[in-house]
T-cell receptor, first 111, second 117 residues
Framework: SQQGEEDPQALSIQEGENATMNCSYK?????LQWYRQNSGRGLVHLIL???NEREKHSGRLRVTLDTSKKSSSLLITASRAADTASYFC???????????WGAGTKLIIKP | KAGVTQTPRYLIKTRGQQVTLSCSPI?????VSWYQQTPGQGLQFLFE???????NKGNFPGRFSGRQFSNSRSEMNVSTLELGDSALYLC????????????????FGAGSRLTVL
């Protein structure tokens, strides 16, 4: 079952601009992760934020988590063509190690 | 260290046939999860194996099965293939023991793309 819902479903921006994607979920979580998938390839883990954290940075990535609104956002600053990919959020809501995935946001960076 | 290896990368089958996909996890990872990804349905969880036991199962028919060996390598099998089984099948491995801060971070393979004709 899909718990996370990303929006927008697709996003097209110019190289150098910032890209923001959002993820909403339904139940309480232990942590939330973001993954990137280049076309037709496997997913790559980007960043994890725990339920007791509100913001986390990794290079050009900034993730925020608002547990009261059950939502997270992923900000990619100074976008590059190589950032073109689909981005998925995944929540870890219980102790059985099963992640619940969103439908993904397709990001296109135009040169 | 070597990543998650999936074989074969591409395969074409016809309806009614069966297929076996293989996944070699990262050394030391005892959990292997399988996902089906299609354009229409997104990323769908199939099952997860940990120490040779199926620990979690998604909502797929019994035609989809899997197993894990003592060296943590895993296989999944789809019998009586249908056109709708055409998809990218992704395998992911992790520690999933709760020892690393309780977080289940997955490392994915490149996938096996199955086309059913």
């Amino acid at each position: 079952s899909q718990q996370g819902e990303e929006d927008p479903q697709a996003l097209s921006i110019q190289e150098g601009e910032n890209a923001t994607m959002n993820c909403s979920y339904k139940t309480s979580i232990n942590n939330l992760q973001w993954y990137r998938q280049n076309s037709g390839r496997g997913l790559v883990h980007l960043i994890l934020i725990r339920s007791n954290e509100r913001e986390k940075h990794s290079g050009r990535l900034r993730v925020t988590l608002d547990t009261s609104k059950k939502s997270s956002s992923l900000l990619i600053t100074a976008s590059r063509a190589a950032d073109t990919a689909s981005y998925f959020c995944a929540t870890d809501a219980n102790s059985n190690y099963q992640l619940i995935w969103g439908a993904g946001t397709k990001l296109i960076i135009k040169p | 260290k070597a990543g998650v290896t999936q074989t074969p990368r591409y395969l074409i089958k016809t309806r009614g046939q069966q297929v076996t996909l293989s996944c070699s996890p990262i050394s030391g990872h005892r959990s292997v999860s399988w996902y089906q990804q299609t354009p229409g349905q997104g990323l769908q969880f199939l099952f997860e194996y940990f120490s040779e036991t199926q620990r979690n199962k998604g909502n797929f028919p019994g035609r989809f099965s899997g197993r894990q060996f003592s060296n943590s390598r895993s296989e999944m099998n789809v019998s009586t293939l249908e056109l709708g089984d055409s998809a990218l099948y992704l395998c992911a491995s992790s520690h999933a023991t709760g020892l690393i801060g309780g977080a289940n971070v997955l490392t994915f393979g490149a996938g096996s793309r199955l086309t059913v004709l």
